[in-house]
């Protein structure tokens, strides 16, 4: 099994990862996994930019809008699936191909995952309500108060890792840094990271005609199908959590679109530190032809 290889697509979100996924299963005829963690539901689609059915038809995918938002899906669960699903794809293919830009995911099925204890779904639903009252500055606070550790170095204006490290704590009774640093990475198969990277103009110019599209595809009525469910975790999440606070009254129209444009630049730029991380990637310029990223791996 050491002669298979798994190519990881990276990259910020509008930065094109999709295509070229589609494109390099294609010339290897082989098959996709998703580690896009906004898109493992099947309630959201528009807002998560769901590969089109014309995409999904070009070649096999996994891990697409396969599980319900009101079913637990923990970072632990998708690394057992995603292992499981890679371990029967390489029987009989030689090369696999990882896309997605939830970097938290990727590198639990690259670098293997820190053994955590279980959590109390109660721990949950407590933090995504202060999250939901009292703003992320809530959560920044209390995390420095029960884990300083890992305080100074989690990304504090990412709502999704002060939860996942506060519910651990407030399950545990332990902080969350005590259980990192166990990783035990896989060994059945070659890894060969590639990074889009776009001129950071560009990109966010990418990224307001995505918000753009959005819109006209129906974001705001599949916001509205879901406000019912707000504060279900998955839905705390950017272009849903704007929408949410816009039927409250809080913002306009206008304000909401901006809002989920700068939202969304942002997390752009959180996703491009987190890559910047990978020493040992291929990086190639935004927009670059699959048949120049294949010399490239040759």
């Known amino acids: 099994m050491n002669s298979k290889r798994l190519l990881y697509i990276a990259g910020p979100t509008a930065s094109g990862k999709t295509s070229l996924a589609i494109a390099l299963a294609q010339h290897f005829d082989t098959e996709i996994i998703s580690c896009d963690s906004r898109q493992f539901f099947k309630e959201m689609s528009i807002g998560t930019a769901v590969p089109s059915p014309k995409e999904l038809a070009a070649a096999p995918h996994h891990f697409i809008q396969q599980r319900s938002i009101h ?3 923990s970072i632990g669960s998708f690394q057992r699936e995603a292992m499981d699903c890679l371990q029967t794809l390489f029987k009989t293919k030689d090369t696999l191909i990882l896309v997605g830009g939830s970097g938290l995911y990727a590198d639990a099925l690259l670098e293997g995952l820190d053994d955590f204890p279980e959590v109390d779904p109660a721990a949950r639903d407590q933090l995504n309500k202060q999250l939901q009252e009292e703003g992320i500055e809530a959560l920044v606070a209390l995390l420095k108060t029960v884990d300083p550790v890992y305080h100074q170095k989690v990304d504090l204006g990412n709502p999704h890792r002060l939860i996942r490290a506060l519910e651990v704590c407030l399950s545990s009774g332990q902080p969350y840094s005590s259980f990192l640093g166990n990783k035990k990475a896989p060994t059945f198969f070659k890894i060969q990271k590639i990074v889009i990277q776009w001129d950071r103009l560009i990109l966010y110019e990418r990224i307001n005609q995505r918000v753009d599209q ?11 199908s879901l406000y019912a469910c707000k504060d279900v975790n998955a839905l705390q999440t950017v272009g849903y959590r704007e929408w949410f606070s816009h039927f409250e009254g809080i913002l306009d129209r206008k304000t909401t679109l901006e809002e989920i444009k700068k939202n969304t630049r942002r997390y752009a730029k959180r996703q491009m530190t987190w890559f910047k991380r990978y020493q040992d990637a ?4 935004g927009g670059c032809s699959v048949e120049d990223v294949l010399k490239r791996l040759n």
């Open 214 to 224: 959005m819109v006209v595809s129906g974001l705001e009525a599949e916001a509205r």
């Open 71 to 73: 079913e637990p899906y």
């Open 282 to 285: 291929l990086w190639i310029p």
